[in-house]
Every structure is written in C-alpha cells, then in structure tokens.
C-alpha cells in the first residue's frame, strides 16, 4: 500500500477540514465546516501551488441559526462556486431542517454576492456539476419511511439558475433524481460522496452500506438506473468523498477505516493506503472526508471528529491537516 505523507498543517482557524475543488488559477480551495468547535465560523481556504493558505472566505450564515457549516463544493464554468451548508450534521435539534445550497458569486478578493439555491434541508453533504445541473447527495430524508425499516436517502437535481426552492424532506420534492436505501443497520447514514465517471455515468457512495452505487442517464436526464457498482467489505468500509482520474478510477476516502480506496473501471476495489488511529502530523491519514487530484497527486482533507462505534478515529485533536499521496 501507499504511505501517505504530511501535505499540510491547516491555520487555527480551520479545525474540521472537508470538501475541495481547483480554482481557475490551479489553487487548491478547501472548505472547512469546523464541528468540532461551535466557536468557529465555516470559511473557504485558499491553498496555492507554494502551499500557501490563506482565508478566502467566511461562508454567510443562515439567518435564523447565525452559523454556517460548509461541506461539499463544487465550480460551474463561470467559477461561481456552490456550497452545500450542512446545518444538521451536528444533530443539534435547534438546526434540524435549516441545511441550504448556496450559490456564490466569487473573485479573488472574495464573496461579490450570493443567492440561496434551496433550503430547508436535513442533510445536504455532496455536490457536483455538470451542464446546466447541480447533483447534491441529502445523507439522511429522516421523514421518509421505507418498508425495510431502513434510512432513505437521495440525490437532488437543481437547475445552476434555480433559487429559493424549499425543500419539504419527503418523496414530493420534485428536484429528487434518485433515492438510496442504506441496508447496514450498524451505520444508517446514506448518500454522501459523489463524482461523474470518465463515461458520463453519476457515481455516489452509500455511506453505511460501503458501496459505490452507478446511475445512468436517460435521454430526457432523469435518472435511467441506479445500481450498486462497487462493493467490498474487506477494500471498503465506507464511503465518504469521491473524485474520477482520467482512466476512470474513483478514489474515495473510507472514512470509517482511515483509508483511501480505488476503484477501477471494473467494479473492483483496492485499499491503497490506510493509517491507524492518529492525529495526522506525521502525514496520517486522520479520517479522510474527501480526496482530490491536484499537482500529480492525490490530497486527503482529515475530518478527524467522528469517534462512534465502527470508526478507527478515537479523538480529535489540534491542529488539523491534510495528507497526501503519490498518484498512480
């Protein structure tokens, strides 16, 4: 396996590092939703190719709970930048149902103005764009009762032009393109990492079932099938952020195992890299939320909050980093 290295130690500002994308400029952008102190605003980090970190941004808070916590992000053409404001990840009663998409309009100086895509969500966690469409993964639609007695979870679909759309958490919203049954009841928690495939297909991670699902397209864009694609219990435990190469494997971040998995075009799965329970100053990988493919390399955000059962993360501790790895 692949001995992941120290890529960064983050600001004291940040201390619950997550999604990331590439700014036009090749910089590494990091959002930090920052759980683990309640004190600390949600910000957007800017990493430059000198792994200089500045603060880009503080996200604007919802205005009812005064707080925002950014997870998934994602660029369209115009680099405007989307972001999914997982309100009730904390499970906090008071932020129950106040989750939003957020459409910014950015420049190098910062936030120029912003929109509300929708809101009123439980648990908005991925996103990715393509075309004129935003894919966002909803980890938990709590309302939603299946037969299996089991978590439901989904994928929405909203236009880039789209705002303002409220989201009632139940099978009547309209902008669902696909739902999620999590069968795992040690882990009921659902949809979370999501990319597009090198052959157009949408791939999402089932969290608690450790499987990378494949959705497929119909003529008209609705969804055409969603099938499990990718599924190994021993290779994967679980499935956090997700990112395609050019030869079209997926890595994810195993967020439960501290590892990073690859996924070949064939459905076959191989644990690359793995760390034992640690705080990451030595390049650990200090539970992974998501990778991406910057500079000829793999970059690991280290959540490092999560310590329930099934997780080999048993604390969390300051400062927070970032791994790396070599890219194939």
Known sequence: MKQPRLFTILPDYVCTPDGMEIDQEGNLILSCPNYADDSFKGCVVKIDKDKN?????????????????????????????????????????????????????????????????????????????????????????????????????????????????????TLEDAHIFTTFVTDNEACQYGADGIVFGKDGN??????????????????????????????DPENLTSTDGMICDGEGNI???????????????????????????????DGGLDQPGEPIIWEGRIVASCFDLVTDEGKVNTRHEMPATMSELDLD
């Not at 709970?65 to 906090?92: E, H, P």
């Open 53 to 169: 970190i500045t603060k880009w941004f503080d996200v604007p808070v919802h205005p009812e709970t005064g707080i925002a916590r950014n997870m998934g992000i994602a660029f369209d053409a115009d680099y405007n930048l989307y972001v999914c404001d997982n309100q009730g990840w904390s499970g906090k009663e008071e932020l129950a149902f106040k989750g939003r998409v957020l459409k910014l309009i950015v420049d190098q100086d910062g936030i120029k103005s912003w929109k509300v895509v929708a809101d009123g969500m439980e648990h908005p966690n991925g996103i990715r764009i393509r075309g004129d469409y935003m894919y966002v993964t909803q980890s938990l639609l709590s309302k939603v009762e299946d037969p299996s007695g089991h978590l439901v979870s989904c994928v929405y679909r909203f236009g880039l032009d789209e705002e303002n759309i409220h989201i009632t958490n």
């Open 251 to 281: 890595y994810i971040a195993d967020f439960s195992a501290n590892a990073i998995a690859k996924v070949y075009p064939d459905g076959r799965v191989e644990r690359i890299a793995q760390s034992p329970d640690c705080d990451g100053l």
């Open 202 to 231: 949408l791939y999402v991670g089932n969290f608690g079932d450790g499987a990378v699902h494949r959705i497929t397209f119909a003529p008209d864009g609705s969804a055409a099938s969603n099938e499990v694609f990718a599924k």
